[in-house]
């Protein structure tokens, strides 16, 4: 997943990197890590939150950043730098040190999970005003996070990160006339991981799918750990009952591509794969989710990933009901 491996082993041997010299060798990285400026493009893409400016409350992607709320919760995108620090902080805190991630020695020394990425894509966040407050920010503590981006950006910045992993050129070929986004960096504090926290980030999506005329939603969603002979039972249940049909059939690049039919369809028990599954995967078949073909270990994030294509046509109408159409009913 990391784009620079600047780990303890890539030093000299006997040698110890300063923390100011780390950051130095992060600066020349990933200056967009610190919140140092960038140069700005001549003409930035709509929908866009490439280089935020450093104060809060302007967004280069909506006028109204904020899609929803229930009691405390709130739902919004990011509109500087500072919330996107803040969701890169959340991230570090679940997966790497709640989860089994290895961070690198940048990502280390900041508590931050960053990656080239971030500086493109729009972020989701959930901030609950009744918590305490941020200690960087001194605003509403973020405790869920997702991170957009959006095929017009994607294509104007290198591609899609899903891009790693799986083949999704030709998918991209085949619907032209098609907008797609790709969905990713999710997480929640464990306090939050509730219905009310999940229908929430799920109200935002909608209402920026809503506003921005998306068609297809995708990306890499995980199970945990990297045995894919322990997880056969998950991943053979995705492979026989969710599988994507041509011609949304996306493949894992040769490389990295793990079977996942290790059962037979007929041996497998549905019950038990079900709940061997984790909510945010089994949340994106409720909603009318396929599986792409081949699996992939990640084992930076210790995790094994598999892709998920969901059509919004596809999308299973109680649903679109509950949010409304046209995303008019907002979450209160």
Same mark, same amino acid.
Request: aromatic share 8%.
């Given at each position: 997943?990391?784009?620079?491996?600047?780990?303890?082993?890539?030093?000299?041997?006997?040698?110890?990197?300063?923390?100011?010299?780390?950051?130095?060798?992060? *600066?020349?990285?990933?200056?967009?890590?610190?919140?140092?400026?960038?140069?700005?493009?001549?003409?930035?893409?709509?929908?866009?939150?490439?280089?935020?400016?450093?104060?809060?409350?302007?967004?280069?992607?909506?006028?109204?950043?904020?899609?929803?709320?229930?009691?405390?919760?709130? %739902?919004?995108?990011?509109?500087?730098?500072?919330?996107?620090?803040?969701?890169?902080?959340?991230?570090?805190?679940?997966?790497?040190?709640?989860?089994?991630?290895?961070?690198?020695?940048?990502?280390? =020394?900041?508590?931050?999970?960053?990656?080239?990425?971030?500086?493109?894509?729009?972020?989701?966040?959930?901030?609950?005003?009744?918590?305490?407050?941020?200690?960087?920010?001194?605003?509403?503590?973020?405790?869920?996070?997702?991170?957009?981006?959006?095929?017009?950006?994607?294509?104007?910045?290198?591609?899609?990160?899903?891009?790693?992993?799986? *083949?999704?050129?030709?998918?991209?070929?085949?619907?032209?006339?098609?907008?797609?986004?790709?969905?990713?960096?999710?997480?929640?504090?464990?306090?939050?991981?509730?219905?009310?926290?999940?229908?929430? =980030?799920?109200?935002?999506?909608?209402?920026?799918?809503?506003?921005?005329?998306?068609?297809?939603?995708?990306?890499?969603?995980?199970?945990?750990?990297?045995?894919?002979?322990?997880?056969?039972?998950?991943?053979?249940?995705?492979?026989?009952?969710?599988?994507?049909?041509?011609?949304?059939? %996306?493949?894992?690049?040769?490389?990295?591509?793990?079977?996942?039919?290790?059962?037979?369809? *007929?041996?497998?028990?549905?019950?038990?794969?079900?709940?061997?599954?984790?909510?945010?995967?089994?949340?994106?078949?409720?909603?009318?989710?396929?599986?792409?073909?081949?699996?992939?270990?990640?084992?930076?994030?210790?995790?094994?990933?598999?892709?998920?294509? =969901?059509?919004?046509?596809?999308?299973?109408?109680?649903?679109?009901?509950?949010?409304?159409?046209?995303?008019?009913?907002?979450?209160?």
């Amino acid at each position: 997943m990391a784009d620079h491996n600047w780990s303890e082993k890539n030093w000299p041997t006997g040698t110890v990197p300063r923390a100011s010299a780390a950051r130095r060798v992060m *600066d020349s990285v990933f200056p967009f890590a610190r919140g140092a400026s960038v140069p700005t493009p001549a003409a930035p893409l709509p929908g866009t939150p490439l280089y935020l400016p450093e104060n809060d409350g302007i967004t280069a992607s909506t006028n109204d950043p904020v899609l929803g709320a229930i009691g405390s919760l709130e %739902v919004r995108l990011a509109t500087s730098r500072a919330d996107i620090h803040h969701a890169q902080r959340l991230r570090y805190q679940v997966f790497y040190q709640e989860m089994s991630a290895r961070p690198s020695l940048m990502h280390a =020394l900041l508590r931050r999970d960053f990656d080239r990425y971030d500086a493109i894509c729009d972020h989701l966040l959930v901030l609950d005003h009744d918590a305490p407050p941020d200690p960087h920010t001194g605003g509403p503590a973020i405790v869920g996070t997702y991170r957009l981006l959006n095929q017009a950006v994607a294509e104007a910045h290198g591609g899609f990160y899903s891009a790693d992993e799986y *083949d999704i050129g030709a998918m991209l070929t085949a619907h032209p006339d098609l907008r797609f986004l790709e969905l990713g960096r999710s997480c929640v504090l464990e306090p939050y991981r509730t219905k009310r926290t999940v229908e929430l =980030l799920w109200h935002g999506i909608w209402s920026y799918v809503v506003q921005r005329r998306i068609d297809v939603l995708f990306g890499c969603a995980s199970l945990e750990g990297t045995d894919v002979e322990a997880l056969a039972l998950p991943l053979s249940f995705l492979h026989h009952f969710a599988h994507a049909e041509p011609p949304w059939r %996306v493949r894992a690049v040769r490389k990295r591509y793990e079977p996942m039919d290790r059962i037979a369809k *007929d041996a497998i028990d549905q019950k038990a794969a079900l709940r061997s599954l984790p909510p945010l995967i089994k949340g994106y078949l409720r909603l009318g989710g396929m599986i792409g073909e081949g699996a992939v270990v990640d084992h930076q994030f210790g995790t094994t990933d598999v892709l998920i294509l =969901l059509p919004v046509e596809k999308i299973s109408k109680r649903y679109i009901s509950y949010y409304g159409e046209d995303a008019s009913r907002r979450a209160n």
